[in-house]
């Protein structure tokens, strides 16, 4: 599990951001480099009325009026301003303020890789033609902006946009007035936290606007809502139709990531619009650290997201596949990891000896001369930056005419490609190193290039210090479907355990995020690279950015055929549907090691749309439920207060309780071993009956090897909708043999049934030896 390689990765990845965050910081001014952001709240109803607004109000309490970046009215109370360290101190002193934020700086969580998904039209036209596609439903994409132009936003047949909507579509640079539609309804873009860090923007390199100059939000938005675009490619593969999960939900875009990233003041403000706009659903494809939920702004932002309604969907990020690289993991939240489909894109390697090793590569230009082997470099024996392919690191007189080996790692995998191509090289061998494993991602190469895995690279870089002189070639095979197994969890995929509260199981579910294919701006190459002329109205990407957008657009069309049900509701049917085997009946593998997955790797398991609309049974939460949990989970009133905006009351009793004890649609029991006893602990649950108005539910329930669970009653007898029923879950088992600070897990699961439903409850059992 937790393998201490992941850790180092991620410690490597967070050092790197954090010093060019300081090298951007410096080239700015002195002021900006001693002063940093923080998201300050207020008790808003302190207002004293002699200022007209909140936002006097706030001025009044700084030295400088103009340092106050963004105020948040509807899912936060409070504003955002750059600081130095004494005028924090200040602003926390005061008794109208309840808590300042460090700001936090979030990326997307896109691998910037190349593959494929058509999405699955046949898996969810029943449950589109009951929504009616979710005409009435608008989805807030929090991300890099848009492309407005591109057919997958086109507004053919759509009606007025729904009439409580409150949105606007703010122009800017490359973006006017009637950018927007009634498929894209609303547009905004926040950037003053970004360039309170970091200076004004350059309008050469980025637009102060809606309009998104990366991709990676036209793509997400197009996987959510996009309508049917047909024929659809990128460098002709994956040639079919392109349709996003909910073609006719509307969008409304909220542009918060930037050249350098994404600014905590800068999403929350997006979430304090998106909510005030009226959107149905946030979907969220960016992350960052974990850290408890009241430090946490895109926690905070979804908490006030999710009590007025709001589904608020978020990718696990890609730190995987090493344990408790979850993110973006408040109960509230819906959080998305990323599975394989049954398409790729074979591109072999053939080594001069005969040996075809498999690869895959999306690259779309003139190929390597058939029956021709070429000769090939590992430039990595006389440097560590040579094998990397890093800028300037390969020498024109040794890779001209070769095909060279690169690892994966430090700079993108499609920036490689171009150092080879401009020392001369014909061609790439990207290879994973042993923290990536056997998963692959296929990219939109400048050259010639494929992908191959750890041990395929051990084995090519065998065959060059042996074989003189190694040649080699790559053999391009196009897009393949029907590939089994499938689904498979995403290499990257972040994975469980969640890290900051063991008894909720995080990820919730997956969903496609690998090799999807979505719109792309026809301003931005398919590699992403500046210098790459090439252009395209679609792409292939990989990420858990990409499987977040598929449970957004799932969202919208559940709540389009419920229209009264809660966040939760919507999240307890895709996890109580949700399936863990792939589609030949054997249980889910990883890709990164085809070894069989856990509950920490896919959660319940991947959604299911058609079952996800007729759940039977659901697991409702209220906002006073979260609160219970977090008084359980030892939060102070003070930090509960910054996350619900409201004074809580933790009493004794529920200080005493389990944080276990949410009404999740999953269990997770955590057990420290002290001694030889039996250890035990029991949950609560109730179910709402969303099904037939008479049903009678009975039990099936699959204990953890070596464990005794036991459910109360056996049977739930419903006589109406929207019944509410209780049951009790014990779990009892022996300790078992661990070195100290080590732990070991066991799944079971608890199947409610009808005639008609199947509700499955996902159950881990972790059992941990104290140091
Ligand atoms: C903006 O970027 C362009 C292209 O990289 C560069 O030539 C120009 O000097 C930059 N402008 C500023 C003000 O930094
Ligand atoms: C995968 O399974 C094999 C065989 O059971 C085992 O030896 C190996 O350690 C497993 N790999 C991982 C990463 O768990
Ligand atoms: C909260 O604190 C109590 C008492 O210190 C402890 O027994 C309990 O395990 C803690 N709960 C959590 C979820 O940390």
Known sequence: MASSPSYACIIILLSLSFSFSLVVTVTVTVTAREKQTFIVQVQQEAKPSIFPTHRHWYESSLPDKASIIHTYQTVFHGFSATLSHAEAQKLQSLSHVITLIPEHLRHLHTTRSPHFLGLNTADTAGLLKETDFGSDLVIGVIDTGISPESQSFNDRDLGLPPPNWKGQCVAGEHFPPTSCNRKLIGARYFCAGYEATNGKMNSTLEYRSPRDSDGHGTHTASIAAGRYVFPASTMGYAKGMAAGMAPKARLAVYKVCWNAGCYDSDILAAF?????????????????????YHLDVIAVGAFGASEAGVF????????????????????????????SIDRDFPADVMLGNGRVIGGVSVYGGPGLTPGRLYPLLYAGSDGYSSSLCLEDSLDPKSVKGKIVVCERGVNSRAEKGQVVKKGGGVGMILTNGPFDGEGLVADCHVLPATSVGSAAGDEIRRYISLASPPTATIIFKGTRVGMMPAPKVASFSGRGPNPESAEILKPDVIAPGLNILGAWPNTVAPSGLASDSRRSD?????????ACPHVSG?????????????????RSALVTTAYSVDKEGGPMVDESTGNVSSLFDYGAGHVDPQKAIHPGLIYDISTYDYVDFLCNSNYSTHNIRVITRKVAE??????????????????????????????????????????????????TIVPPPHTELTVEPDTLSFRRLGQKLNFLVSLQTMPVNLSPGSSTVRTGSIVWSDAKHTVTTPLLLTMHQPL
Do not use: E
């Open 650 to 699: 933790c009493s004794g009793a529920k200080r005493a309780g389990h944080a276990g004890n949410l009404n999740y649609p999953s269990l997770s029991a955590v057990f420290q071993q002290y001694g030889k006893h039996l250890m035990s602990t029991h949950f609560i649950r109730t179910v709402t009956n969303v099904g037939d108005p008479h049903s009678v539910y009975k039990v």
């Open 272 to 292: 304090d619009a998106a909510v005030a706009d009226g959107v149905d659903v946030i979907s969220l494809s960016v992350g960052g650290v974990v850290v408890p």
């Open 538 to 546: 679609f792409n292939i990407l990989s990420g858990t950015s990409m």
């Open 554 to 570: 799932l969202g919208a069309l559940l709540k389009a055929a419920h229209p009264d049900w809660s966040p939760a509701a919507i």
């Open 312 to 339: 608020v969907s978020a990718s696990a990020g890609n730190g995987g596949p090493g344990g408790l690289t979850v993110t973006n993991v408040a109960p509230w939240m819906t959080t998305v990891g990323a599975g």
